[in-house]
């Protein structure tokens, strides 16, 4: 009696899909929380400590004007901070929608323009609601003039680069680059955050909650992606047939 092999798919493609919007879901509700339970000890003046430990973490504690690290080191962060400046982040979505539209993925230019530009209006309502001063603790090694919670550049970098990553990534077939572009965007993502706090103009708090706004804000555009792929409004990832040899 011959025994015909039986190949097992323990989860079926649509329940992958489902899995996956889940797990997307929970994460973006994760975040959400993280910078609802930050915002809220940030308001009861619970995290002082935590945030003026770690901020001069970072200064020399013989002059608190002088950062740690050489001086290479303090233009290497300077450069990198510019990374997250609105002109710049403009300028990357400008680019990347220009990429889009000649592409031919009109849906997902169109995308991409809308939920940055609300989030960016989310951003500064945050700022204003919040009005929370930005640290005198030490010297600011670079000019800053809007309030401090949450950080701009850390939420911004969030939402622009995990954005664009998340929705170049779904125009891609190939998984190393999907990978890669997922990978640059978080990357860049906690160096921007991460030197706002070197640098001295904001306090840790406020690049933490920075993030977790940005990557909900992400992570729920990443579902509307999803959602729209799915009933043909952006273009989905499917690799175009190759043209038969003459």
Known sequence: ???VPVKMNWLPWRSVAEFSTLATLLAAASALLGFALIADA????????????????FRNPADLAQ???????????????????TTILALVTLIVVGYLLIDGKRGAAAFVAISIVSGTLLSFGLKSG???????????????QT???PSGHAMMSALTYLTLGALLARTQSRRRIKAYILGVAMVLTLLIGASRVYLGV???????????AGSAWALMCWLIVLWLQRRGRIE?????????SA
């Open 130 to 144: 919040f009005e929370r001063p930005r640290p005198d603790l030490v010297a600011h090694l670079v000019k800053v």
């Open 202 to 212: 904001h306090w840790p708090t406020d690049v933490l909650a920075g993030w977790c």
């Open 67 to 85: 950062p740690i690290g050489p001086a290479w080191l303090h233009v290497v962060i300077r450069d990198i901070t510019v990374l997250g400046d």
């Open 236 to 244: 989905d990832d499917t690799p175009e047939p190759a043209s038969p």
């Open 147 to 149: 309030m401090s919670f």
């Open 42 to 57: 940030v308001t009861e003046g619970e995290t002082h400590s935590f945030d003026t430990a770690l901020l001069l973490a």
């Open 1 to 3: 009696m011959e025994i």
